[in-house]
């Protein structure tokens, strides 16, 4: 194998043998590695001896696990009812500009940030809504977008 997966030895050594360990397994790869990536889950699966397609079917049947690298900043625009009669899609769309995010990217080119949709965010109140990674915006407009996105570009955020 060409990438270097010494570091998930330590890992995969404290789960060896172990009933039921994928989910948290999974969790502890993809902590080290940022993502989980097809030739980690193949590693993961040569070394522990679980069925290439279990560990695919697990990575891929919860939110948690992401297949892809990640921004430094993850984005989460809301998409629940609330939100989406108060112009959820408008912020997404702003988002998607200021970012220069085309077609089904989701990453900036920069890994700075990583935009997603969830279901609901739980601020039916502030709709439209946005979290960027820990902090949650209320009552968008598309305006302010590129305001609060250059606060985190120049690190004011973390």
Known sequence: MENNFSQLDEILRAYKSKPGILIPLLQEVQQCLGYLSKEAMRYVSEQMQIPAADIYGVATFYSMFKL????????????GTACHVSDADGIKAALQTAL??????????????????????????L????????TTFGKLTPEAISGILDRYAEGEEK
């Open 68 to 79: 892809k690298p990640q921004g430094k900043h993850i984005i989460r625009v809301c998409k």
């Open 100 to 125: 220069q995010l085309e077609g089904d990217e989701d990453t900036t080119k920069d890994m700075n940030f990583t935009l997603m949709e969830v279901a609901c965010l739980g601020c039916c109140s």
């Open 127 to 134: 709709s439209p809504v946005m979290m960027v990674d820990d």
